[in-house]
């Protein structure tokens, strides 16, 4: 059974920094695209940063230059470090792996950026 689980989210201030982690089972996610998605109230899910197979990463203008994407296959684990967080950040995150067999999604973990 594959599971992706989220953890790392939290209440920040505005300039402030989290690490988000998805640990996975199941599934051995270096043979996978790895993304992380976001949602906030009465908005769409947004993709925010990938990382490929190949361990190239891209990520939505609006957080490039702020946000990490990482990958560490021993722990079969990615990351998004994110930095100088702003109250347009907050939304729920989730972790998505998906190749040609099939696209998994975690449970999401609520990030909020307020002061």
């Known amino acids: 059974q594959v599971q992706l689980v989220e953890s790392g989210g939290g209440l920040v201030q505005p300039g402030g920094s989290l690490r988000l982690s998805c640990a996975a089972s199941?599934?051995?996610?270096?043979?996978?695209?790895m993304r992380w998605y976001r949602q906030a109230p009465g908005k769409q899910r947004e993709l925010v940063a990938t990382?490929?197979?190949?361990?190239?990463?891209n990520y939505v203008d609006s957080v490039k230059g702020r946000f990490t994407m990482s990958r560490d296959n021993a722990k079969n684990t990615i990351y998004l470090q994110m930095n100088s967080l702003k109250p347009e950040d907050a939304a729920v995150y989730y972790c998505?792996?998906?190749?040609?067999?099939?696209?998994?999604w975690g449970q999401g973990t609520q990030v909020t950026v307020s002061s």
């Open positions: 990382i490929t197979s190949g361990g190239s990463t």
């Open positions: 998505n792996a998906r190749n040609v067999f099939g696209s998994y």
């Open positions: 199941g599934i051995t996610l270096s043979r996978y695209e």
